[in-house]
């Protein structure tokens, strides 16, 4: 069945420093690929998406770029704050399908 | 206003017990679901509606049942509490419709804590 791999956390960074969470995933298809951030206390929300290969989504100043050929869906940015400190979920949708299958989730730390 | 909201935002509860957990949305989705966060564990699905007529079991839905009341409310019920039950549990809603990636809109979560 679909499933999603990411890096066991947790990360951590000191600000400005280059952030690299790796995910990959198993699915028959074209699936939707979703990062989703869960701020502390809060629920999940989508920080960026793609939906075939190939395709950068992005969002504040994240980025992953949809590579069909490794099968992976990894998320970076260039220079952590503070304010990223989250758990981050790697998940995705697939084409036709009816749920979203999320990874198990990387704790990201930022310190000043 | 939150889009999706959920009640309580926490409860502690004894074995045995009874337990609803409540969503309620306006973004007009039609699919909502219930999830359960445990730590290291990721989401796991325990129920999911595509309408208020559609109602199917995810992945984990032993101990739990649900009720779409409406297109906007969707409930989940603990028949008889456990401590094993003891987790973050989300709402969230999709709209299929309008956009085919499915993505997902949540709650901000209820804890339950079963002694």
């Known amino acids: 069945g679909d499933s999603v791999t990411q890096m066991e956390g947790p990360v951590t960074l000191s600000e400005e420093a280059f952030l690299t969470i790796n995910c990959t995933y198993t699915?028959?298809?074209?699936?939707?690929l979703f990062w989703y951030v869960q701020y502390p206390g809060e629920g999940l929300q989508l920080l960026l998406k793609?939906?075939?290969?190939?395709d950068k989504g992005s969002n504040k100043g994240f980025e992953a770029t949809y590579r069909k050929e490794t099968t992976s869906f990894h998320l970076e940015k260039g220079s952590v704050q503070v304010s990223d400190s989250a758990v981050y979920f790697c998940?995705?949708?697939?084409?036709?399908?009816?749920?979203?299958?999320f990874g198990a989730g990387t704790r990201l730390f930022v310190k000043a | 206003d939150a889009d999706v909201t959920q009640t309580p935002r926490n409860r502690i509860t004894k074995t045995g017990k009874r337990i609803m957990l409540e969503c309620s949305q306006t973004?007009?989705?039609?699919?909502m679901y219930w999830y359960r966060q445990d730590p290291g564990l990721g989401l796991r699905l325990i129920y999911y509606?595509?309408?208020?007529?559609?109602?199917n079991k995810g992945e984990i839905s032993d101990g739990y049942s649900v009720s779409r009341q409406a297109q906007a409310k969707f409930s989940l019920s603990l028949e008889s509490a456990i401590p094993n039950q003891t987790a973050l549990y989300f709402c969230?809603?999709?709209?299929?419709?309008?956009?085919?990636?499915?993505?997902?809109?949540f709650g901000p979560g209820t804890r339950l804590t079963v002694l």
């Open positions: 969230a809603t999709s709209d299929r419709h309008r956009d085919n990636t499915d993505t997902q809109y």
């Open positions: 699915a028959t298809g074209y699936p939707s």
């Open positions: 793609a939906t075939k290969a190939d």
């Open positions: 998940a995705l949708s697939a084409a036709g399908g009816f749920k979203t299958i």
């Open positions: 973004k007009g989705h039609d699919r």
């Open positions: 509606s595509f309408d208020v007529k559609d109602i």
